[in-house]
């Protein structure tokens, strides 16, 4: 059954959080690439390139999951099958999909500024990813089919092991060299969007099933 205040609610959501994708991913080539409104590539760090690499992966993964979340939890047009939630608190749910995604974008908008600043952009990709897990504990509860809700779980997990390596880390920055600092937090940052890609990769990238047809 079609829900046109829910199907207006999360549209503008979708298109809310593309444009606002759209000008981090501007405003991260304006950072690294243009020096005094000028393309500068001699000044351009190993470190920097690295960050930004990383950037736009995760700006891909965050939207583009986020994006194929909202479709499989509201959208009921075919090939989108929605996921059931409980009656009471589903207005809830809809709201707090709709602040933590945009949060999210509005996160990516400001990290786009810190591609420069490694140990600022890290601290606050940790603060992301802890928001991402109690976003899923939080909705956990609202949701009648579990088995639909695997790939949150599987997101979360990764994201947790993260989160707790990154803290480490990050509290122990003192007595780590700089250099060092910044691989290691790059490694965990690269390897929990590896592993991400790999247990959602059908979540995704969802295979083109084929229908028979009668006429």
């Not at 059954?1 to 298109?15: F, Q, V």
Request: net charge positive; aromatic share 14%; with cysteine.
């Amino acid at each position: 059954m079609k829900e046109p205040a829910i199907d207006s609610t999360i549209s503008s959501l979708k298109n809310v959080v593309t444009i606002v994708a759209g000008l981090a991913i501007t405003n991260a080539i304006i950072t690294v690439f243009v020096v005094n409104n000028v393309a500068d590539f001699k000044r351009l760090t190993i470190d920097t390139s690295l960050l930004f690499f990383l950037f736009i992966l995760n700006v891909i993964r965050f939207h583009h999951g986020n994006v194929r979340h909202l479709d499989t939890t509201y959208t009921s047009d075919p090939g989108k099958v929605a996921i059931v939630h409980k009656p009471v608190g589903a207005s809830g749910k809809t709201a707090l999909d709709f602040f933590v995604i945009f949060f999210q974008s509005v996160v990516f908008a400001v990290l786009s500024f810190l591609l420069k600043q490694p140990n600022s952009f890290f601290a606050l990709f940790a603060a992301l990813i802890a928001v991402d897990v109690l976003w899923y504990l939080a909705v956990h509860g609202m949701v009648t089919d579990k088995s639909r809700f695997l790939h949150q779980k599987r997101w979360s997990i990764n994201n947790v092991a993260t989160l707790l390596a990154l803290l480490i880390v990050l509290a122990h920055s003192a007595r780590i060299a700089n250099s060092f600092h910044f691989y290691i937090c790059f490694f965990l940052v690269l390897l929990n969007t590896v592993v991400d890609f790999a247990i959602s990769w059908e979540f995704y990238f969802p295979a083109v099933r084929s229908h028979s047809s009668e006429e």
